[in-house]
């Protein structure tokens, strides 16, 4: 391994990052703090309490928000002081039964802010009330009404569920680019992807007792919600299993005590497979959508910081 930074390493396949002194001490306090808490409801009536949560994420200076409809989909425009023609596309985690676009306008302005470029959050159909597959319906629609309304560069990026949204969607828009008709997507960004619904991966089990915030049978009982009757190795579903072939950059920023760990890698190593570019964080001692606690932890920040350079890099000439 060669040395890519204070305490980080970096080899073919994966770019590791240790943990901060501030931030271990951070994450002892907060995983104190959750064994003590119930388990998140991931149905209907945990909605508020998600939403609450995901909105303490500081606003980012600079950065205006509107509530809007793109493509027939509601969702929120956050647009930064100085912005060029590019966009970003965002679908927010959840597991598809929690979560809202409202929610998450303070932390898609962090990258907003980062990227100097507008985000759509995406108010995708929830499941119980909208079964599989209208939240990958909601994305597509969304991303052709951003194509539809001039935008040629466009970005797609989520955390969680909304981070295998995001991948199986750019898989599906790259795949209907190709007649000419609709822009390649130009780069995608998933935090923490859930890209694996029939929950194979070995991090499953290796991780369960160090991941505080996602528990196995919560996982399998949301798939089972969003996804009925329906097959869970469905790439729209399961991006895991999709043609990676041909795919835009990917960057995928994971920590490394959650059950989802193996989700990011083996979706690294299936487009490296592919021939396609993937580039894969692991973050030491942190857990799910980390980025998110970016008023808490120095790897917050850094893993956006990144981001924002990530996705300057391929959405700016």
Same mark, same amino acid.
């Given at each position: 391994?060669?040395?890519?930074?204070?305490?980080?390493?970096?080899?073919?396949?994966?770019?590791?990052?240790?943990?901060?002194?501030?931030?271990?001490?951070?994450?002892?306090?907060?995983?104190?703090?959750?064994?003590?808490?119930?388990?998140?409801?991931?149905?209907?009536?945990?909605?508020?309490?998600?939403?609450?949560?995901?909105?303490?994420?500081?606003?980012?200076e600079g950065v205006s928000d509107e509530?809007?409809?793109?493509?027939?989909?509601?969702?929120?425009?956050?647009?930064?002081?100085?912005?060029?023609?590019?966009?970003?596309?965002?679908?927010?985690?959840?597991?598809?039964?929690?979560?809202s676009a409202n929610a998450y306008r303070?932390?898609?302005?962090?990258?907003?802010?980062?990227?100097?470029?507008?985000?759509?959050?995406?108010?995708?159909?929830?499941?119980?009330?909208? =079964?599989?597959? @209208? $939240?990958?319906?909601? /994305?597509?629609?969304? !991303?052709? %009404?951003?194509?539809?309304?001039?935008?040629? #560069?466009?970005?797609?990026?989520?955390?969680?569920?909304?981070?295998?949204?995001?991948?199986?969607?750019?898989?599906?828009?790259?795949?209907?680019?190709?007649?000419?008709?609709?822009?390649?997507?130009?780069?995608?960004?998933?935090?923490?992807?859930?890209?694996?619904?029939?929950?194979?991966?070995?991090?499953?089990?290796?991780?369960?007792?160090?991941?505080?915030? =996602?528990?196995? @049978? $919560?996982?399998?009982? /949301?798939?089972?919600? !969003?996804? %009925?009757?329906?097959?869970?190795?469905?790439? #729209?579903?399961?991006?895991?299993?999709?043609?990676?072939?041909?795919?835009?950059?990917?960057?995928?920023?994971?920590?490394?005590?959650?059950?989802?760990?193996d989700d990011a890698r083996r979706y690294?190593?299936?487009?490296?497979?592919?021939?396609?570019?993937?580039?894969?964080?692991?973050?030491?001692?942190?857990?799910?959508?980390?980025?998110?606690?970016?008023?808490? =932890?120095?790897? @917050?920040?850094?893993?956006?910081?990144?981001?924002?350079?990530?996705?300057?890099?391929?959405?700016?000439?």
């Amino acid at each position: 391994m060669t040395s890519t930074g204070a305490g980080d390493s970096k080899d073919d396949d994966v770019i590791e990052h240790s943990e901060h002194l501030l931030d271990r001490a951070a994450m002892l306090a907060m995983r104190a703090m959750l064994a003590i808490q119930p388990a998140a409801d991931l149905g209907p009536k945990g909605r508020p309490a998600f939403d609450a949560l995901m909105q303490k994420t500081p606003a980012a200076e600079g950065v205006s928000d509107e509530a809007t409809t793109i493509g027939g989909v509601p969702g929120w425009w956050c647009r930064p002081s100085v912005i060029d023609d590019a966009v970003i596309l965002y679908l927010h985690g959840g597991a598809y039964t929690v979560g809202s676009a409202n929610a998450y306008r303070h932390f898609a302005g962090q990258i907003a802010a980062r990227v100097k470029t507008p985000v759509f959050v995406v108010d995708y159909r929830l499941a119980p009330e909208h =079964l599989f597959p @209208a $939240a990958a319906l909601d /994305a597509e629609a969304a !991303y052709r %009404g951003l194509a539809a309304a001039g935008f040629s #560069r466009i970005a797609i990026v989520g955390d969680s569920a909304g981070g295998g949204l995001a991948l199986a969607t750019t898989e599906r828009m790259t795949r209907a680019s190709r007649d000419g008709h609709m822009p390649c997507p130009m780069a995608a960004v998933a935090m923490s992807p859930w890209t694996d619904l029939t929950l194979s991966g070995d991090s499953i089990t290796t991780r369960a007792k160090r991941d505080p915030i =996602l528990q196995v @049978a $919560a996982l399998k009982e /949301a798939s089972r919600i !969003y996804l %009925g009757s329906h097959d869970p190795s469905d790439p #729209r579903a399961s991006p895991l299993q999709g043609d990676l072939e041909g795919l835009p950059p990917v960057l995928l920023q994971v920590g490394d005590d959650e059950i989802l760990l193996d989700d990011a890698r083996r979706y690294a190593d299936r487009l490296r497979a592919a021939g396609s570019s993937a580039e894969l964080h692991v973050w030491k001692g942190m857990v799910h959508v980390f980025p998110a606690n970016i008023a808490l =932890l120095q790897a @917050a920040r850094e893993a956006l910081d990144g981001i924002g350079v990530f996705l300057r890099r391929h959405l700016v000439p």
